[in-house]
């Protein structure tokens, strides 16, 4: 089977640091996505990692470890309009089929 | 980056009645699209993936004489939920992959079609 894991909430404060952390074990893994999904809306997509490390996309970072099974996503200055849910999602197979974790909601305060 | 549209975005339908919801790529061809389906306060699952000219092929648990789907050219897909019953009632969502961007992120999604059924 395949298991994609990620907590299931998470609250931060405005202009602090959070990271999203989320563990998998799938078979085929081609890639870890994370997207952002606001209530009612179709998900956006952050980041991309295939290899080992850490990729930075301004306010955004996202780190891999394939070894690991093991993503995390950084979002740092936290502005009130980042609470949203974030979800992880493994690319595999031949028709690159994206499998989406549990998926995290974030609630960014004052 | 691409668009894609889904129609409609919300359908209301009486329970026994099917729906077709539509999925479009407007700008550019996919020859492989996913239909996802996605409870209140609960993440993304996967049911299908949508191949232009042949067969969809379903995730386990997914019964595919209910959900049918049928991707006659390589910009339309679309996804038929036949007898529909309240436990049917979701937010389903499309994506289309890019085979030609080069980029990273070669899926797009839809806007998502919201039904329920009373």
Known sequence: GQNIDQPTEMTATEGAIVQINCTYQTSGFNGLFWYQQHAGEAPTFLSYNVLD??????????????????????????????????????????????????GTRLLVSP | GAVVSQHPSWVICKSGTSVK????????????????????????????????????????????????????????????????????????????????????DTQYFGPGTRLTVL
């Open chain 2, 21 to 104: 919801i539509e999925c479009r790529s407007l700008d550019f061809q996919a020859t492989t699209m996913f239909w996802y389906r996605q409870f209140p306060k609960q993440s993304l699952m996967l049911m299908a993936t949508s191949n232009e000219g042949s067969k969809a092929t379903y995730e386990q648990g997914v019964e595919k004489d209910k959900f049918l789907i049928n991707h006659a050219s390589l910009t339309l897909s679309t996804l038929t939920v036949t007898s529909a019953h309240p436990e049917d009632s979701s937010f389903y969502i499309c994506s289309a992959r890019d085979l030609t961007g080069g980029s990273a």
């Open chain 1, 53 to 102: 490390g850490l990729e930075e996309k301004g306010r955004f970072s996202s780190f891999l470890s394939r070894s690991k099974g093991y993503s995390y996503l950084l979002l740092k200055e936290l502005q009130m309009k980042d609470s949203a849910s974030y979800l992880c999602a493994v690319r595999q197979g031949g028709f690159q089929k994206l499998v989406f974790g549990t």
